[in-house]
C-alpha cells in the first residue's frame, strides 16, 4: 500500500518560512520522481516544485528564488523549504510521486500565510 505523508504546514507570516516534509512508503522511492502541488480555493492544483531521480528540479517562476526541493533517499522523504513566503502561497499543499504511468497522491497539508 503506497503512502504518501505530509506534515510541516501552518500559519506563518508573510515573509516567514516554513519546511514541508511527505515521508513516502510503499514504493521504490529513488527512482520516483517527486513534486509538490499546491491548490487554493477555487483555482486548480498547480506544480511547485518537482524533483527528479537524478535531482535536477524544476520550479515555476511564482517560486522561483523562494522555494527549495529537496529528497533523501534514505529517508524516503521529500522537503519543500518555503522562504520569504506570501499571502498568495496560501494553499493546501500535496506531495506527488510518479513513475511512468504509475501517480501518487498524498492527502495534503494546509499552508496559511498571513499579512
Known amino acids: 500500500q503506497v503512502q504518501l505523508v505530509e506534515s510541516g504546514g501552518g500559519l506563518v507570516q508573510a515573509g516567514g518560512s516554513l519546511r514541508l516534509s511527505c515521508a513516502a512508503s510503499?514504493?521504490?522511492?529513488?527512482?520516483?520522481?517527486m513534486g509538490w502541488y499546491r491548490q487554493a480555493p477555487g483555482k486548480q492544483r498547480e506544480l511547485v516544485a518537482g524533483i527528479s531521480s537524478a535531482g535536477y528540479t524544476n520550479y515555476p517562476d511564482s517560486v522561483k528564488g523562494r522555494f527549495t526541493i529537496s529528497r533523501d533517499n534514505a529517508k524516503n522523504t521529500v522537503y519543500l523549504q518555503m522562504n520569504s513566503l506570501k499571502p498568495e502561497d496560501t494553499a493546501v499543499y500535496y506531495c506527488n510521486a510518479a513513475f511512468g504511468r504509475y501517480t501518487y497522491w498524498g492527502q495534503g497539508t494546509q499552508v496559511t500565510v498571513s499579512s
Open positions: 510503499g514504493i521504490i522511492f529513488s527512482i520516483n520522481t
